[in-house]
């Protein structure tokens, strides 16, 4: 892999800069693409935005930047898109420091910008020496996310077309799915999460082969849209505990099962009421395989078992042997499953190897 360090002006780099809807975001006289498929949108605040204008004004120095090589005579940002924009939005007079936009500042004022010197590195190399690269210098500012850095190698027609539905503000599955899925749509949250449920957790495999083969997202998103509709015509109220689960995958597994939604609903409300049920998320995945471990149950504390220890004298009532209380463990006598409550009257200590031999029945 090759890479070199440039030194070019802010003058040119404002140079031609442009950002709409279909050209993007681009400068560098159109050469430079501040915002590729992987990039995420403008995320600088005001404030973060105005610290970079007042280094360029008392010419300290900005942090180097990084470029990739497109091999076309044409490069895109890998890192340093927020302060790329910054500048080339002031000089292009979109927002004003303290109170001057630079069409206000004196001829010397505008020399002094303009002429400043950017640091940038350069790399010319396969993608996987660029994901290494991208790795490795993705330690410092606004980090690039695990997702946006495979955007960055299977960059593709695919990859912007998926874009479109996942990864723009207010976009298409942002609107739809908002209510499950954790996260940003530009922090490539929900492209990450859509790509894990429809891959099977491999991501890379996925991108690879659609990046190539595929001009458009089409049946990504179709899929989306079958996860979302098939969540929402199987429970009939929503819960915030809703959000964030892997939807994709009970979607998958499940999807085919008959389900009455009401008698599913009434099984989801009591749960929910069951003061012994901790990990109330866990039950969207315990009403369709019934493991308990989904739901964390509510286990005895240490002075319950210490009162229900002396109660039985430190005797296992399934073996009769005496055991010292740190050699026993706390059962339900009456299981949570069929209706025993996690309280003192339902509880009995037994020694370990007989608590293992009655879980395993």
Sequence with gaps: MDITLH?????????????????GVKAYGGKLDVRPPYQREFVYNEKERDAVIDTVVNNFPLNVMYWADRGDGTYEII???????????????????????FGNLTDDEKEQILNYQLFIYVCKGSDKEKLKWFKTINIAGKKLTNQELLNAVYASNWLSDAKKYFSKTNCAAYNIGKKYINGSPIQQDYLETVLKWISDNQIEAYMAKHSLEDNDAGYLWHFF???????????????????GLDWGSI??????????????????AKLMSDSD?????GIYLYVFDHDEHHLEIRTFDDNTKREVY?????????????????????DHITPWSKG???IASNCQMLCVECNRRKSNK
């Design 7 to 23: 030194r070019i002006t802010i003058g040119e780099l404002a140079e031609g800069y442009i950002d709409n809807e279909e050209a």
């Design 79 to 101: 890192d340093g898109q927020q302060r790329t924009i910054s500048v080339c939005q002031y000089v292009v007079g979109d927002f004003a420091f303290h109170f001057n936009y």
């Design 225 to 243: 849209q079958q996860v979302i509709s098939w969540i929402e015509s199987t429970f009939c109220k929503y819960r915030k505990e809703m959000k």
């Design 251 to 268: 979607y998958k597994k499940y999807k085919d099962t008959s389900i009455n939604p009401t008698v599913l609903e009434s099984q989801v």
């Design 277 to 281: 049920v901790e990990n109330k998320k």
């Design 310 to 330: 002396e109660r039985q004298n430190g005797i296992c009532p399934m073996c009769g042997k005496h055991f010292d209380i740190e050699f026993m463990e706390a």
């Design 340 to 342: 025993g409550r996690t």
